[in-house]
């Protein structure tokens, strides 16, 4: 009986006895005595008139143990304890060992009484890893005596694996960091180890737990194991009808924090950063002209300006340049005609340029041995309509009469 109610979370063993003695439990409404009574499938258990229900299956957790809280459910002193730190709506769990209160690390915590006794009794010969840093002086030779086992106090430990991975130098002894690897687990047994070795223990962090490790977990977090690994990896340590089923955890953790070192960077920059001012706006007296709001342009304006602008930049284009060829003979105008070619073609009859009729007397100009006018006319002497000035005199053409100035 005090094993199943144990199971179904009402308390520890001790706490169901008390709960028995104190008449509080009962059996298909029988008030128990005794927590010596077998239970059958089907029997109804009650405490304090309420009904047990049946017990979970196993659920394995990893926790991440800052330093400062107890692992108990109950402490005497009233110091803070690893169950009270834990969020709601968790099973009622109990943790796989101990940290003592200045140890941090993982720390396993499950529902199943059974797996929890298995794993931390020395005989299942767990590996348990830690990362230790001490105040002292020691070799790696010393440290490689611990593989024998060793006795403190009359207590015999067993093989211990320690390597040196860090040592610092200085005026007031040393600080070590070594990495531990024991099979026991035993109370206290890397301080009381080392202790014998003539370090003192000032730091102790625990990494790993059988093939379960401290990962990047970060201090107070709470991370539940699935349900697939529990039955690879603990199948022979938990009943048949109390292995998990599924894949999926039923615990999902909230949204990770940032791990230590980031938080403290995160500290330190903004201790650093330069304290920003906030800006003041300007207090008006009142009378003061306020600046005037630029007039904004039509949409009507906007667009002209554009179609301007673009315009004042868009290339000219060129003349087309005349293909050569033919000679393009304008029609003769009578109005355009000078005086002398007038008096010319009134001498000779016609009435305007063209091809001269056959028979007539041909009469280039009113002086005798003038050219003789071709087709288009006689060329005209005088500045054009609309022509520039006249310009100055030149050499008198061969053949043709000359030029006055």
């Given at each position: 009986?005090?094993?199943?109610?144990?199971?179904?979370?009402?308390?520890?063993?001790?706490?169901?006895?008390r709960?028995?003695?104190?008449?509080?439990?009962a059996?298909?409404?029988?008030?128990?005595?005794?927590?010596?009574?077998?239970?059958?499938?089907?029997?109804?258990?009650?405490?304090?008139?309420?009904?047990?229900?049946?017990p979970?299956?196993?659920?394995?957790f990893?926790?991440?143990?800052?330093?400062?809280?107890?692992?108990?459910?109950?402490?005497?002193?009233?110091?803070?304890?690893?169950?009270?730190?834990?969020?709601?709506?968790?099973?009622?769990?109990?943790?796989?060992?101990?940290?003592?209160?200045?140890?941090?690390?993982?720390?396993l915590?499950?529902?199943?009484?059974g797996?929890?006794r298995?794993l931390?009794?020395?005989?299942?010969?767990?590996?348990?890893?830690?990362?230790?840093?001490?105040h002292?002086?020691?070799t790696?030779?010393?440290?490689?005596?611990?593989?024998?086992?060793?006795?403190?106090?009359?207590?015999?430990?067993?093989?211990?694996?320690a390597?040196?991975?860090?040592?610092?130098?200085?005026?007031?002894?040393?600080?070590?960091?070594?990495?531990?690897?024991?099979?026991?687990?035993?109370?206290?047994?890397?301080r009381?180890?080392?202790e014998?070795?003539?370090?003192?223990?000032?730091?102790?962090?625990?990494?790993?737990?059988?093939?379960?490790?401290?990962?990047?977990?970060?201090?107070?977090?709470?991370?539940?194991?699935?349900?697939?690994?529990?039955?690879?990896?603990?199948?022979e340590?938990?009943?048949?009808?109390?292995?998990?089923?599924g894949?999926?955890?039923?615990?999902?953790?909230?949204?990770?924090?940032?791990s230590?070192?980031?938080?403290?960077?995160?500290?330190?920059?903004?201790?650093?950063?330069?304290?920003?001012?906030?800006?003041?706006?300007?207090?008006?007296?009142?009378?003061?002209?306020?600046?005037?709001p630029?007039?904004?342009?039509?949409?009507?304006?906007k667009?002209?300006?554009?179609?301007?602008?673009?315009?004042?930049?868009?290339?000219?284009?060129?003349?087309?340049?005349?293909?050569?060829?033919?000679?393009?003979?304008?029609p003769?105008?009578?109005?355009?005609?000078?005086?002398?070619?007038?008096?010319?073609?009134?001498?000779?009859?016609?009435?305007?340029?063209?091809?001269?009729?056959?028979?007539?007397k041909?009469?280039?100009?009113?002086?005798?041995?003038?050219?003789?006018?071709?087709?288009?006319?006689?060329?005209?002497?005088g500045?054009?309509?609309?022509?520039?000035?006249?310009?100055?005199?030149?050499?008198a053409?061969?053949?043709?009469p000359?030029?006055?100035?």
């Amino acid at each position: 009986m005090a094993k199943l109610l144990a199971r179904s979370g009402v308390g520890s063993r001790r706490d169901v006895e008390r709960l028995i003695g104190e008449g509080r439990v009962a059996i298909n409404g029988r008030t128990l005595t005794t927590p010596a009574v077998k239970v059958e499938p089907g029997d109804i258990l009650t405490v304090d008139g309420e009904v047990v229900g049946e017990p979970e299956p196993a659920r394995l957790f990893r926790y991440h143990k800052p330093v400062g809280l107890v692992t108990t459910h109950k402490d005497p002193a009233n110091r803070p304890t690893v169950f009270d730190n834990l969020p709601d709506g968790l099973p009622r769990l109990i943790s796989v060992g101990r940290l003592d209160i200045n140890s941090e690390g993982l720390l396993l915590l499950t529902n199943d009484g059974g797996l929890a006794r298995a794993l931390e009794m020395p005989s299942t010969a767990i590996v348990r890893r830690y990362r230790a840093r001490a105040h002292g002086r020691t070799t790696q030779e010393k440290l490689d005596r611990l593989q024998d086992g060793i006795t403190v106090e009359g207590v015999r430990y067993g093989p211990i694996e320690a390597r040196l991975d860090k040592a610092k130098e200085g005026p007031q002894g040393a600080n070590l960091w070594l990495t531990v690897t024991l099979h026991e687990g035993k109370n206290r047994e890397v301080r009381r180890v080392l202790e014998a070795l003539g370090l003192k223990v000032n730091r102790l962090i625990r990494l790993a737990y059988g093939p379960l490790a401290l990962g990047t977990l970060g201090s107070g977090e709470l991370e539940e194991v699935g349900p697939r690994v529990v039955r690879e990896q603990f199948a022979e340590h938990i009943d048949a009808e109390n292995l998990p089923t599924g894949e999926r955890p039923l615990y999902r953790a909230p949204r990770k924090s940032a791990s230590r070192r980031a938080q403290d960077e995160a500290k330190t920059a903004a201790e650093l950063a330069p304290v920003r001012t906030p800006k003041v706006k300007p207090v008006y007296k009142a009378g003061w002209a306020k600046p005037k709001p630029k007039a904004r342009q039509p949409l009507k304006e906007k667009a002209e300006a554009k179609v301007r602008a673009e315009a004042a930049t868009r290339p000219k284009r060129k003349p087309k340049a005349k293909p050569a060829g033919k000679p393009v003979v304008a029609p003769a105008r009578p109005e355009i005609i000078d005086r002398a070619t007038a008096v010319a073609l009134k001498a000779s009859g016609r009435k305007g340029p063209g091809p001269r009729p056959s028979g007539a007397k041909a009469s280039g100009s009113p002086r005798a041995g003038g050219p003789s006018p071709g087709p288009r006319g006689p060329k005209p002497t005088g500045p054009r309509p609309g022509s520039s000035p006249a310009r100055r005199p030149g050499p008198a053409k061969p053949g043709g009469p000359a030029r006055r100035g």
